[in-house]
């Protein structure tokens, strides 16, 4: 049965919570051991924030008995400022991916925000809504905060620029497309047929360039036309034209609710096929078992302070978030990776030691020969036999062996690379994002 919050811990989360700007932002309810219980975005974060502790709230009531169980855990709540509502939906995404505080119910899967996605490596580019984009080889926009809005706006967007969102292959070498049938979206004015060769492949990029110069924009020059429709409909007492004008004017401010690809990054998102690249990595490592389980180590501190470790999983080459594991370093003072990152690996596989965990297939470090050596040097402390052993470096982006005298120089194609990569940055945003995030306050001195 969890105790009822004493008076003296509320009145010092009320008087914290006094200090909260009224600005959105992060909200995040900590227990008595530092752990998040619960994350919430809010658009006045003093506001939000202070309506958990209210004298006359009647929280069983008004939101069930487990924001109370929470709510009575609580000890303290922190806050990080965004810039808008539309980031704190983003990081909050990211942020309960992450770490999975107990009191959050929704977003813990793995659904990721929508993406716009323009095919312009085709001849005739595609546009289309995904939630599992091709980065690299198509144009990107978002993710954006709610695919019905996007949904809407891209029938908008398509009476205006008149793209193709059918999945044809189309040709310009296909001599046939003449004969044939256009879609009734060509019919009722919403794509110039590219599938009939009703456009030419000049004319179609042209489409799509002005298309991408629109998302690209404020989207001024076509707000101020549907704003100028709506008022001449609107002054001809056709209301209904209005309206729809209207609505078609907030679809198109509300693209605006998007973060980037890079800035709010969904990394699960990108991944490849990745079997070719675990038979390939087996051979590649000379073991004798296939590669399944793989764990990704990175070290991450500000100025040598709040130094954290995290632990990626990585089951037959896709992300295991429940295997995911951060480490606060306890014995390791002032800026030392090698020897934080030894701290890590001996907490890490002493279960593993003990029979009770198995032992990955292969331990991956981000660094390069000094970082290989420090997570050697742990192993043979604990009186374990070294594992299959690798890291990656930086920039070179050379692998790494225990016991191969040269490294593996792969190709920047080699799916092999991607996938060590992917574990590798994986590993490092984990480590990251999280705890830059938290600590942004004390860094800025907010």
């Not at 303290?76 to 965004?82: A, D, K, M, R, S």
């Not at 060509?186 to 000049?202: L, M």
């Not at 991450?300 to 632990?311: D, F, K, N, P, Q």
């Not at 593996?408 to 994986?426: C, F, G, M, N, W």
Request: proline fraction near 4%.
């Amino acid at each position: 049965m969890v105790k009822k919050m004493t008076k003296k811990t509320l009145d010092q989360i009320r008087e914290a919570i006094r200090s909260f700007p009224a600005a959105p932002g992060l909200y995040f309810m900590k227990d008595a051991d530092d752990k998040v219980l619960y994350i919430g975005k809010a658009k006045n974060l003093r506001s939000r924030a202070g309506s958990y502790f209210q004298p006359a709230a009647n929280l069983a009531e008004s939101r069930g008995p487990k924001i109370v169980e929470m709510v009575n855990k609580t000890v303290l709540v922190e806050f990080i400022q965004t810039e808008s509502e539309v980031d704190a939906i983003l990081q909050e995404a990211r942020l309960i991916k992450d770490i999975h505080p107990p009191y959050n119910s929704d977003l813990k899967d793995a659904k990721s925000f929508p993406y716009l996605e323009i095919t312009t490596r085709q001849e005739f580019p595609g546009v289309y809504i995904t939630r599992t984009p091709q980065t690299g080889r198509n144009r990107l926009f978002g993710p954006f905060t709610n695919v019905g809005d996007l949904r809407a706006v891209l029938v908008v967007l398509q009476k205006i620029y008149r793209f193709r969102t059918c999945k044809l292959e189309i040709s310009t070498k296909d001599d046939k497309r003449r004969f044939f049938r256009p879609c009734l979206l060509h019919n009722i004015k919403q794509c110039t047929a590219p599938c009939a060769d009703r456009v030419s492949k000049e004319e179609y990029k042209s489409q799509i360039k002005d298309l991408v110069k629109f998302l690209q924009s404020k989207r001024s020059t076509v707000l101020r036309g549907l704003k100028r429709k709506m008022k001449a409909a609107s002054a001809a007492m056709d209301f209904e034209a209005a309206a729809m004008y209207r609505d078609r004017i907030r679809l198109i401010e509300n693209l605006d609710k998007r973060g980037t690809v890079d800035g709010n990054v969904q990394p699960e998102v990108f991944a490849a096929d990745p079997t070719e690249a675990l038979e390939k990595l087996q051979t590649a490592l000379g073991t004798a078992q296939p590669v399944r389980i793989i764990e990704g180590f990175d070290i991450a501190h500000l100025a040598g302070g709040e130094t954290v470790g995290s632990m990626v999983q990585f089951i037959d080459g896709r992300p295991f978030k429940d295997g995911y594991r951060r480490f606060k370093i306890k014995t390791v003072k002032g800026i030392d990776d090698f020897a934080s990152l030894k701290e890590v690996v001996a907490r890490r596989y002493k279960r593993a030691m003990a029979g009770e965990e198995l032992w990955p297939d292969l331990v991956l470090i981000d660094g390069g020969v000094g970082q290989l050596h420090a997570a050697e040097e742990a192993f043979v402390e604990m009186g374990a036999a070294v594992p299959t052993l690798a890291s990656i470096a930086k920039k070179e982006e050379i692998i790494y062996i225990h016991g191969k005298d040269k490294p593996l120089k792969l190709t920047a194609h080699s799916p092999v690379r991607k996938l060590i990569q992917y574990v590798r940055d994986e590993a490092h945003r984990f480590a990251q994002h999280y705890h830059h995030i938290l600590r942004r306050k004390k860094t800025l001195g907010q």
